[in-house]
């Protein structure tokens, strides 16, 4: 006999500052994925715009602000613009790899250089390597960690020029974290051709969506997620797409 479903118990956190919108505060509702029946309550929240951390499922819950809004790719329906089919030209070489999500010095020293060129002022700067090994590997649901390195030489493996945190949903990918080697010439816009290789592997595996998490209308640190169509965005009546302003809008 399987284990009764039992109904998820919901908490809110204290206010605090935005990491997005200057002068606003942040607070979100969480509730623990445990059991087993973790996967299914994950998948369900992730329809409803909850994100994993960890053993947590999480989605903002701001008093008097309702700009962080959950997105998503119709990957069954994406067709690369004539940027993103460079793009995916150009990182054709990269050898991908889904790994057990287990985190490793090799992942941690590059997500140390990412955060440094990318979001020095972040919370996540902290960041030790037990912060990163519990981020990686307390997962109650199926996870991976994509990895993206240079070809192998020599008969040594090449070296790690991405990383994201990826969970496997009933309905498609959701990116739970990604970070890839931010100052290389060689390798420009790799944050780009994450999000598109993703968009690929959920269309080949047959899965419908690539969560890409929230964004924020006039958050630049976010408007990246605008160039994958089509798009769709959570409202109070559910899934739809929209078209948000693509103007000036940063590589990654």
Avoid at 130 to 135: G, I, P, Q, T, Y
Wanted: with cysteine; charged share 25%.
């Amino acid at each position: 006999m399987s284990a009764p479903f039992r109904f998820p118990r919901f908490f809110v956190t204290s206010p605090a500052p935005c990491p997005y919108l200057a002068g606003k505060t942040e607070r979100k509702v969480f509730t623990e994925l445990t059991g087993v029946h973790a996967s299914e309550l994950n998948d369900a929240l992730g329809r409803i715009g909850f994100r994993r951390s960890q053993g947590v499922a999480y989605r903002p819950s701001c008093m008097d602000c309702t700009a962080c809004v959950s997105v998503r790719v119709v990957a069954s329906e994406f067709q690369p613009s004539a940027t993103q089919k460079r793009m995916l030209k150009r990182h054709a070489d990269l050898e991908v790899t889904a790994c057990k999500p287990w985190a490793t010095e090799e992942q941690y020293a590059l997500l140390r250089r990412y955060l440094k060129s990318r979001h020095p002022d972040g919370g996540m700067v902290g960041m030790d390597e037990s912060d990163f090994a519990d981020m990686i590997e307390q997962s109650p649901v199926r996870t991976y960690v994509i990895e993206y390195r240079e070809p192998a030489r020599d008969g040594r493996q090449g070296r790690l020029v991405g990383a994201c945190l990826t969970d496997q949903q009933g309905d498609g990918l959701s990116m739970i974290y990604s970070f890839f080697e931010p100052d290389d010439e060689a390798r420009p816009g790799l944050g780009t051709y994450i999000i598109l290789d993703h968009i690929v592997r959920a269309g080949k595996a047959g899965l419908p969506y690539v969560y890409l998490g929230y964004w924020v209308e006039n958050s630049r640190r976010m408007a990246y997620k605008a160039r994958f169509r089509p798009l769709e965005r959570l409202g109070p009546n559910g899934w739809y797409r929209f078209e948000p302003d693509q103007r000036e809008l940063p590589l990654g």
